[in-house]
């Protein structure tokens, strides 16, 4: 089964690429339509600048060994969503990465999926709505949600570079339009579940939705 759903995402690599390629001026645009001057995104802002004083005070090899381990549990997740059978998942004992191996041929999703896909933010994002409804500490509740984005933030900044292995794999044209574009729909998706939640997500889809439909009929008019 699992080769099937591989020839399938990879069928798909080159379609989803131009789509994002297409989607990247909404994508831009749909920034516009968020009001980030109330209370959610002022506790989300606190919880980005925490994060950001305990990076630069906390060591870097301790953040680093995070950062691998998350890694690593992106490329499992997207394996096991694919219904590949994992193997192992690993950490180099001198701190050097981590390597984990699957059953199967792979596709794009697998290697590409840490530098767009905010693991520990999504997981958040399942309990939140919950956390909101069984505490009156709303602040901290919305700080820590910025504290998993801005570390989604920086682990993306930090991992994506001409010598990341996955990358060139995938290769640099294709990989770096995956990981503009979806890095953009991504961070539009916390935001938006920021404001409202799953409601939120929901607007925000329906808007880019819009604009894409707004920008294909300029297109159009161009071409008539």
Same mark, same amino acid.
């Given at each position: 089964? =699992?080769?099937v759903?591989d020839f !399938?995402?990879? %069928?798909?690599r080159?379609?989803?690429?131009?789509?994002l390629l297409?989607?990247?001026?909404?994508l831009?645009?749909?920034?516009?339509?968020f =009001?980030?001057?109330n209370?959610? /995104?002022?506790?989300? *802002?606190?919880?980005?600048v925490?994060?950001?004083?305990?990076?630069?005070?906390a060591?870097?090899?301790l953040r680093s060994?995070i950062q691998t381990i998350?890694?690593?549990l992106t490329?499992t +997740?997207?394996?096991?969503?694919t +219904?590949?059978f994992v193997?192992?998942v690993r950490l =180099?004992?001198d701190?050097?990465?981590?390597s984990m191996?699957? *059953?199967?041929?792979g596709n794009? %999703?697998?290697t +590409?999926?840490?530098y /767009? /896909?905010?693991?520990f933010?999504?997981?958040? !994002?399942?309990? !939140?709505?919950?956390?909101?409804?069984?505490?009156d500490?709303y602040?901290? #509740?919305y700080?820590?949600f910025?504290y998993f984005?801005?570390?989604?933030?920086?682990?993306? %900044?930090? @991992?994506?570079h001409?010598? @990341?292995?996955?990358?060139i794999q995938?290769?640099y044209?294709?990989?770096?339009?995956?990981?503009?574009g979806l890095n953009?729909l #991504?961070t539009g998706?916390?935001?938006?579940? =920021?404001?409202?939640?799953?409601?939120?997500?929901?607007?925000?889809?329906? %808007?880019?939705?819009?604009l894409?439909?707004? @920008?294909w @009929?300029?297109?159009?008019s161009?071409?008539?």
């Open positions: 089964m =699992n080769k759903i !399938m995402i990879n %069928l798909c080159w379609p989803v690429a131009l789509m297409f989607s990247l001026p909404a831009v645009k749909s920034y516009q339509y =009001n980030f001057f209370r959610h /995104f002022y506790y989300m *802002a606190a919880g980005i925490f994060f950001w004083f305990i990076a630069i005070t060591g870097r090899e060994q998350a890694h690593e490329h +997740l997207f394996a096991f969503l +219904l590949h193997k192992r =180099n004992p701190g050097s990465g981590g191996a699957f *059953a199967g041929h794009w %999703l697998i +590409l999926a840490p /767009f /896909f905010p693991l933010a999504s997981i958040y !994002m399942l309990i !939140m709505p919950w956390l909101l409804e069984t505490t500490k602040w901290l #509740v700080a820590v910025g984005i801005a570390y989604y933030w920086e682990t993306v %900044l930090s @991992q994506v001409r010598e @990341q292995t996955d990358i995938e290769g044209v294709f990989s770096g339009i995956i990981i503009l953009l #991504v998706t916390l935001f938006a579940f =920021n404001s409202q939640q799953w409601h939120g997500v929901s607007i925000y889809y329906k %808007l880019l939705k819009r894409n439909f707004e @920008q @009929q300029w297109l159009q161009l071409i008539a």
